[in-house]
């Protein structure tokens, strides 16, 4: 299976600030990665799909990067809306799907 | 708008089989443009995806590894719905159910709203 480590687990950031999470898979998945924001008690939702393109709807301070076997979500200036849990998630077709463990940003 | 709703039983004894359904609206389950799964999330943890499957001719299934020898996934075209089912439970299988939907090929667009399953004697 591909394993996928995501980094940090916690972060705490104040809002207007820059901050970055990064995944890592075990072997490469190319392009085949996806980032969720979750918020208690909710599903997660889509923010990027196929590495770096922007979901609909998604505001354009979200945005990721990478290729291969190393990947980060970046946001550019923290809102008080963006304050959640982030999960990586790798969907190469030829193995089961997995997620990162997840990385929770708190308010400084 | 797709739409997918969980239910089932809130509480599963230990040793039991935890049997959950996702009702599909929007979409039909057996037009091959799409897998369908299950994950779950226990209470401050993360996501974990138990398995899905997908038809495209016939009806194929991948599972996690780690529950495939307890975990059995069917679907019922004619209600469009689709099953889990999960032997010989644990506590360690309290958590939020989840069903979900990913085009083939591509990440999950779209969630049931979640429902617990708390496995307690």
């Known amino acids: 299976d591909i394993q996928m480590t995501q980094s940090p687990s916690t972060l705490s950031a104040s809002v207007g600030e820059r901050v970055t999470i990064t995944c890592r898979a075990s072997?490469?998945?190319?392009?085949?990665l996806a980032w969720y924001q979750q918020k208690p008690g909710k599903a997660p939702k889509v923010l990027i799909s196929s590495a770096s393109i922007l979901e609909s709807g998604v505001p354009s301070r979200f945005s990721g990067s990478g290729s291969g076997t190393e990947f980060t979500l970046t946001i550019s200036s923290l809102q008080p809306d963006d304050f959640a849990t982030y999960y990586c998630q790798q969907y190469n077709t030829y193995s089961p799907v997995t997620f990162g463990q997840g990385t929770k940003l708190e308010i400084k | 708008q797709v739409q997918l709703q969980e239910s089932g039983p809130g509480l599963v004894k230990p040793s039991q089989t935890l049997s959950l359904t996702c009702t599909v609206s929007?979409?039909?389950?057996?037009?091959?443009?799409?897998?369908w799964s299950w994950i779950r999330q226990p209470a401050v943890k993360g996501l974990e995806w138990i398995g899905r499957f997908y038809t495209t001719g016939s009806t194929d299934t991948d599972y996690n590894p780690s529950l495939k020898s307890r975990v059995t996934m069917s679907l019922d075209t004619s209600t469009n719905r689709f099953s889990l089912s999960l032997s010989s439970v644990t506590d360690a299988d309290t958590a939020v159910y989840y069903c979900a939907r990913a085009p083939l090929g591509t990440f999950i667009d779209s969630w049931g709203q979640g429902t617990l399953v708390t496995v307690s004697s």
């Open positions: 072997q490469s998945i190319r392009r085949w």
């Open positions: 929007g979409d039909s389950i057996s037009s091959g443009n799409s897998s």
